[in-house]
């Protein structure tokens, strides 16, 4: 920001900086990013998200979408969040289903035809009509892709708007991809673990991979510590602690 000083010139107020150095190691390797809309729509309270709070306003109504992520130069493919479980009103662990599906509740879904014609905005669900639920495998089988051809799931945290049905996946195909601390915190889920709020059933029979971010290794992006997921700089997983145990972020090329 600078201040004219009434000859045409001016002088900072705050002397600008040179942008940080991210550190992006160079790569002529790519991926495709799908945005995958399922139609879910969640409400949820305002006042933990927003501030100061408007008036009138103390729910908030967005998407949860999920990612397909296809590696360019091999084909092969993995998601990035499962979006919400189609069967909500009773799939979700105890400690969850508790908070979910009742507008007296703190959480509540529906779905909407993300493509409908409607001019309301698409993310207000409570003006959209209510379309037939759908699993993040509906709408790849409606694009021709089978589940078996996901090699991957990631889940960039353990919230029930982000983890899906991996059910739907074989587990013979499909592993699962979780930040640092979420086996410690979670162990083998629920029931095993009373209050669990991920199923054990998600990833039984399922290679369970717990991303570590090694500190020999040194690689960071910016100021977070990074994996090259498959080796050649399309695409990293970047640690990034803070809104839950594990959290991740993926960075696209």
Not at 126 to 132: C, L
Not at 154 to 178: E, I, M, Q, Y
Not at 223 to 241: E, H
Request: aromatic letters at 10%; one cysteine or more.
């Amino acid at each position: 920001m600078a201040r004219d000083n009434g000859d045409g010139g001016g002088e900072f107020l705050a002397m600008p900086k040179a942008p940080p150095n991210l550190n992006i190691p160079p790569s002529g390797s790519t991926v495709s990013v799908s945005v995958i809309d399922t139609g879910v729509r969640v409400s949820l309270p305002i006042a933990p998200f927003l501030e100061p709070q408007i008036r009138g306003k103390d729910r908030m109504t967005g998407p949860a979408y999920s990612f397909l992520i296809t590696h360019n130069q091999s084909g092969r493919r993995l998601l990035f969040d499962l979006s919400v479980r189609k069967d909500c009103r009773t799939g979700f662990a105890p400690a969850v289903q508790q908070r979910v599906n009742d507008p007296a509740k703190e959480f509540w879904v529906r779905w909407i035809d993300p493509l409908s014609s409607s001019s309301s905005p698409k993310w207000e669900a409570d003006t959209e009509p209510e379309a037939e639920p759908r699993d993040v495998v509906d709408v790849l089988a409606a694009g021709g892709l089978r589940p078996d051809a996901i090699e991957a799931v990631v889940w960039s945290h353990h919230h029930w708007d982000h983890t899906g049905d991996l059910t739907r996946f074989p587990a013979a195909s499909t592993k699962l991809v979780v930040g640092p601390g979420f086996t410690q915190a979670f162990g083998a889920g629920w029931p095993a673990v009373e209050g669990a709020p991920v199923k054990g059933e998600e990833w039984a029979g399922r290679e369970l991979v717990e991303v570590g971010f090694d500190e020999e290794d040194g690689l960071k992006i910016g100021r977070f510590r990074a994996k090259d997921w498959w080796g050649d700089g399309s695409f990293y997983l970047l640690d990034t602690p803070g809104h839950a145990v594990g959290h991740l972020c993926g960075l696209a090329r």
